[in-house]
């Protein structure tokens, strides 16, 4: 099938948003975790975690356009300052989807979808305890992005929380062994398998490929 500027803005609305939403493959699915000022604590699901950075530890996700909904868990991120990410795992997927629901401002997505908000390390945004990889951060900046409406929230790296057995002594992390979850479009989840490390790649090492 070819699909066209044309024919794709002729779609009917939702199997448009599914097609756009899948063509970029697998992102990372992830639960963004913040606290009110009255003390609630959200939860959100996104899969549009990127990195930005290592010097210093830049992460960022993409908030969509906010005129018409309320969104909480930015709310919470201009009025507290920090934020936590917290992988998927496969054994918490439905969980972790419904946190998309729109729950009024008063109820905890923690409660409503049965995660376990725990505060780390002194933090003062709470991390998801069934999560095996856990990130907390300071939000630095939050850009527009005119072209979509949407905002890039910018975190630094406050707290980073891995098993220990995930992490080999190169630094690499095998998201495999702690079950993280990929998505697909707004509602496929996957599991990942890890096919092969590669060194660096030097021009002079370059396998010779059969074309
Ligand atoms: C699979 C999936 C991925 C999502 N990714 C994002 C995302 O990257 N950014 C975003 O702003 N919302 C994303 N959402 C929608 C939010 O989870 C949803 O708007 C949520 O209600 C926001 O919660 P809040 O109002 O508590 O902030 C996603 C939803 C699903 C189901």
Redesign the pocket.
Known sequence: MHLSQSSIEQLPKVKRLNIINSISGIKPGNLVGTVSRAGIP?L?????VVHLGSHPPLLG????PRDEV?????ENILENGYFTINHISTEFIEKA?Y??A?FDQHTS?FDACGLTPSYDFGFSAPFVKESKLKVGLRHVESISIPSSNTTLIVGEIQHLDIPDDALNEHGYINLESINSAG?SG??SYYSLNKLADFPYARVHEVPKFAV
Do not use: G, P, Q, W
């Open positions: 959200n959100a699901i996104v899969s549009s996700y993409l908030l969509r309320r969104r909480d868990s930015y989807h946190t998309s729109k997505e998505i707004l509602n």
